[in-house]
């Protein structure tokens, strides 16, 4: 499976819209394999990554990168903060979640082992990093998935 991946310095976001995200194609699906975020100012914030079941208002479309050059591009799309909001699962569907300190560095980053977090074919098909409450703050945020 070839890998990409694509970041950003995000927006602010908010619960209803990701910082970032990552949706497959209508023929296309993912693995995701690793998302760090990153805090770009000196207050704190809480995230998670949710499914999201809707496409709508997606943020500007980001760069992916290949990391075999040699692969075709990629067919999923990566998003940065979104402007209207998509549709979360609501609960705790993958249970990812972080505090990221009141300090310019605090981060995390989330990995998910050799299976990977599957999203499956669909356009509407994604997966998202959410505030988790609160205001949010601009931070620097990226995906890894294979396809």
Same mark, same amino acid.
């Given at each position: 499976?070839?890998?990409?991946?694509?970041?950003i310095?995000?927006?602010?976001?908010?619960?209803?819209?990701?910082?970032?995200?990552?949706?497959?194609?209508?023929?296309?699906? +993912?693995?995701?394999?690793?998302i760090?975020?990153?805090?770009?100012?000196?207050?704190?914030?809480?995230?998670?990554?949710?499914?999201?079941?809707?496409?709508?208002?997606?943020?500007?479309?980001?760069?992916?990168?290949?990391?075999?050059?040699?692969? +075709?591009?990629?067919?999923?799309?990566?998003?940065?903060?979104?402007?209207?909001?998509?549709?979360?699962?609501?609960?705790?569907?993958?249970?990812?979640?972080?505090?990221?300190?009141?300090?310019?560095g605090?981060?995390?980053?989330?990995?998910?082992?050799?299976?990977?977090?599957?999203?499956?074919?669909? /356009?509407?098909?994604?997966?998202?990093?959410?505030?988790?409450?609160?205001?949010?703050? /601009?931070?620097?945020?990226?995906?890894?998935?294979?396809?």
């Amino acid at each position: 499976m070839p890998r990409y991946s694509a970041g950003i310095k995000t927006g602010v976001g908010s619960t209803d819209l990701p910082i970032i995200s990552l949706y497959a194609s209508a023929s296309v699906g +993912a693995k995701i394999r690793e998302i760090g975020v990153f805090n770009t100012t000196a207050t704190a914030l809480a995230i998670r990554l949710a499914r999201l079941t809707s496409a709508d208002a997606q943020g500007s479309a980001l760069t992916k990168s290949k990391h075999d050059p040699d692969s +075709a591009a990629a067919g999923c799309t990566a998003h940065g903060t979104g402007s209207g909001s998509p549709t979360p699962v609501k609960g705790d569907d993958l249970g990812y979640r972080a505090v990221l300190g009141a300090t310019v560095g605090s981060g995390v980053i989330f990995t998910f082992g050799d299976a990977g977090i599957r999203v499956d074919p669909g /356009a509407a098909n994604g997966i998202g990093v959410l505030i988790e409450e609160g205001a949010g703050q /601009a931070c620097q945020a990226y995906i890894v998935w294979d396809e």
